[in-house]
């Protein structure tokens, strides 16, 4: 890929687009050019309503005997016409807002997101959202219908980064909520005690669902440059602030995180969880030709 394909991937570039359908269709269409699009055709459930007929439907979705009622062409949508079901779980609490770079760890999630959401309906799949701090902000179930892109990116487009993290909590709580197997990308830079966070993970494995995480960490968080004496504030508990010299704790900081990293990456892998690790330089098309690979 040349440099000028991968700007279409840049996440500084994508901040500057006015709105996330411009970027994810950005993103997907870029990634996609080459691919051939899915062969996958997914199976009917439940009939859910019709809708009139628009150029590029395909034929064999025509309602023939409302063509004779009605003298109009009608084609049936169902409730689950997809083989695959995908719950994309976004992190908004307020660590979430960190950047050192210009785009901060919650405006890469939401690229990303809306770009999985894009890609995934697209595919004729079903797609929905859950957006969560230390509690549920937004659950949108998933379906697979024309126009749902617009619900899901309405209300990542209304959320900001809030609030305290929980996110052990909350994946128990949307495993508790989820009628029907299927698959769950969790984003978020999972800033929490890691036996909680792994404990949901595992919760959501043992009820038959596929999962995937893409950790998301700024550079500055994976590295500590920063020179002098620097006050750390806590994002999401103010009245916690340690001034410190990152040269005297810099070694030791980043054996601590990337214990931390491998530690997650270890037991996604004995659980069988794909897990990425994505600082937020990283072009956009890494995670969703992850997600492609997966889903191939």
Aim: proline share 3%; charged share 30%; net charge negative.
């Amino acid at each position: 890929m040349t440099n000028g394909e991968r700007s279409y991937f840049d996440p500084l570039i994508l901040a500057r687009l006015s709105n996330l359908y411009l970027k994810a269709r950005w993103v997907v269409e870029g990634i996609m050019s080459g691919i051939h699009r899915s062969r996958s055709k997914g199976f009917s459930v439940e009939f859910e309503e019709h809708r009139e007929y628009s150029p590029g439907d395909e034929i064999r979705r025509i309602d023939w005997k409302a063509l004779g009622k009605f003298d109009r062409y009608f084609i049936k949508e169902y409730e689950d016409e997809t083989n695959l079901r995908a719950y994309l779980l976004l992190d908004t609490s307020a660590s979430m807002d960190y950047a050192s770079n210009g785009v901060t760890k919650f405006d890469y999630g939401c690229i990303l997101v809306a770009s999985l959401a894009y890609l995934i309906l697209k595919q004729q799949d079903a797609a929905g959202l859950v957006t969560f701090s230390n509690r549920i902000e937004s659950f949108i179930p998933p379906k697979a219908r024309r126009g749902y892109l617009m619900e899901i990116l309405r209300a990542l487009e209304g959320q900001r980064p809030a609030g305290e993290t929980d996110v052990g909590q909350i994946l128990l709580e949307i495993a508790g909520k989820m009628k029907r197997r299927g698959l769950v990308i969790l984003v978020s830079d999972l800033l929490d005690e890691p036996d909680a966070i792994l404990k949901g993970l595992r919760l959501f494995r043992f009820k038959g669902n596929d999962v995937i995480v893409f950790h998301l960490l700024d550079a500055a968080e994976l590295d500590l440059p920063f020179d002098g004496n620097v006050l750390f504030e806590d994002m999401e508990e103010t009245s916690l602030k340690v001034t410190a010299d990152p040269q005297a704790i810099r070694k030791t900081y980043r054996k601590v995180v990337e214990e931390f990293v491998d530690h997650v990456r270890k037991e996604c892998r004995e659980n069988s969880i794909d897990y990425q690790l994505l600082p937020t330089s990283t072009p956009l098309d890494h995670a969703l030709v992850s997600y492609l690979g997966w889903r191939g």
